[in-house]
């Protein structure tokens, strides 16, 4: 059963960069019809998509967050990364990883981490 | 950007009742939608995917309907581990997809 696990620092200072990993287990990250995602969930802005990463290091990102965001993938420790840099309190927030299929006619994201709670304060 | 919402944003039903969740979108998604349900403190978990269909271990109560821009969630008989967060997500921008506010169903 795919799980997916994510981790980090719970606290960044603001204008500092927000590290985190996901770390997939019971599965292979480099198969080859997924793609891999971060979404984030606040009280203010809900759910939003921040971006994905295929296996071979293909990325997409929400047009919003394009400016600062990195994702990453390191196939060889079935795991993926996410960098989001000049943080505000805006960017306080659940932060979700999760699997997805390819295209619009994919079933959703499935299955979610259990999701980590990053604070942006001095 | 293709605009999600949903209707009610609180919805107090009691067990065994029907629950009826709508979801609006600004323009055209054809049936590229999904549902999620989010219990308090949880992850969100697919439920319903293509408009439609039911993800893997939901059970019947739960019913998906809709196309182009009016699409509804239906739980049909109300169970206590029902009550929750749901959202809604438009796929036809993927991967840009976006996500309704969710209706809160919560027991009256």
């Known amino acids: 059963q795919l799980q997916l696990q994510e981790s980090g620092s719970g606290l960044v200072r603001p204008s500092q960069t927000l590290s985190l990993t996901c770390t997939v287990s019971?599965?292979?990250?480099?198969?080859?019809?997924?793609?891999w995602s971060w979404i984030r969930q606040s009280p203010g802005k809900g759910l939003e998509w921040i971006g994905h990463v295929y296996y071979g290091g293909t990325t997409t990102y929400n047009p919003s967050l394009a400016r600062r965001v990195t994702i990453s993938v390191d196939t060889s420790k079935n795991r993926f990364s996410l960098r989001l840099t000049s943080v505000t309190a805006a960017d306080t927030a659940v932060y979700y990883c999760a699997r997805d299929d390819i295209g619009a006619s994919g079933k959703g994201f499935d299955p979610w981490g259990l999701g980590t709670l990053v604070t942006v304060s001095s | 950007e293709i605009v999600l919402t949903q209707s009610p944003a609180t919805l107090s039903l009691s067990p065994g009742e029907r629950a009826t969740l709508s979801c609006r979108a600004s323009q055209s998604v054809g049936t590229y939608l999904a549902w999620y349900q989010q219990k308090a403190g949880q992850a969100p978990r697919l439920l319903i995917y293509?408009?439609?269909n039911r993800a893997t271990g939901i059970p019947a109560r739960f019913t998906g309907s809709g196309s182009g821009t009016d699409f509804t969630l239906t739980i049909s008989s109300l169970d206590p581990e029902d009550f929750a967060s749901y959202y809604c997500?438009?796929?036809?921008?993927?991967?840009?997809?976006?996500f309704g506010g969710g209706t809160k169903v919560e027991i009256k």
């Open positions: 997500q438009q796929r036809i921008d993927w991967p840009r997809s976006t």
């Open positions: 019971g599965g292979n990250i480099s198969f080859g019809s997924t793609s």
């Open positions: 293509e408009a439609s």
